[in-house]
């Protein structure tokens, strides 16, 4: 089950798990020098090979041809001229991180401009979540437009990615939730699914508690085992 009461982690949707790739080509590229195992991981993806109907299977093997050069470095001109299928979607991809931002606001709406791509890409819960990153990026935008600290422009998109990967899309209407006992109380439910409820496991039936005994725990105003056996009710 992916959806747990705080949300579905962003880092298990297809379209960020490809934001996250274009980010490790974009973080191991030194002096435009791309390496090869990064570019193939972004043409091995299903999200990549839907955005121009790109043959995957022909275009990594065209890939790992080249491999067999001993050239493991390739600036984007060298695979420009490669003949490589896939090669204008990657530069299209990567063209909003190419112009070198260094303040949040320009960078945020190249990640926002990443994003959009895929819109017309998805459906059901996928397009879901890819709303939900783009309206945060759009609170990212307000939160930061008046700052001016100056980036690196690779440091600054990866503490971006960073930020963005910790979000959690929250559960829609009809899917499973699954959340914990006290998350559960003053609910309502149509359909609920109640584990593990055996007699001598649900309540706990321990009667002390294991570092401070139950009178000393009331004298210091602390919650008793007990206490917390009445939440379970």
Known sequence: LYNVSAGREISSFSFFELFQNMIALLKGTHNDLMKLADIERIFAHPLFKRLDDIDIHLAVESLRKLTKSGKLLYTFEDLRNSDIQGMHSLRILLAPFAEGYTDYTSMLEAVKRFF??????????????????????????????????????????????????????????????????????????????????????FPADQNKDLFLNSELRRNLHLPTFSDRQELQK
Do not use: C, T
């Open 116 to 201: 959009m791509r895929f819109r017309e890409l998805l459906s059901g819960v996928d397009l879901h979540a890819l709303v939900f990153v783009v309206d945060e990026i759009e609170k990212m935008l307000l939160l930061y437009k008046d700052i001016d600290e100056q980036l690196p422009s690779k440091d600054l998109v990866q503490r971006i990615a960073g930020e963005l990967a910790q979000l959690r899309v929250p559960v829609e209407k009809g899917q499973v939730r699954v959340i914990g006992l006290l998350e559960s109380r003053n609910m309502d439910y149509k359909l609920l699914f109640i584990p593990d409820m055996n007699e001598d496991v």
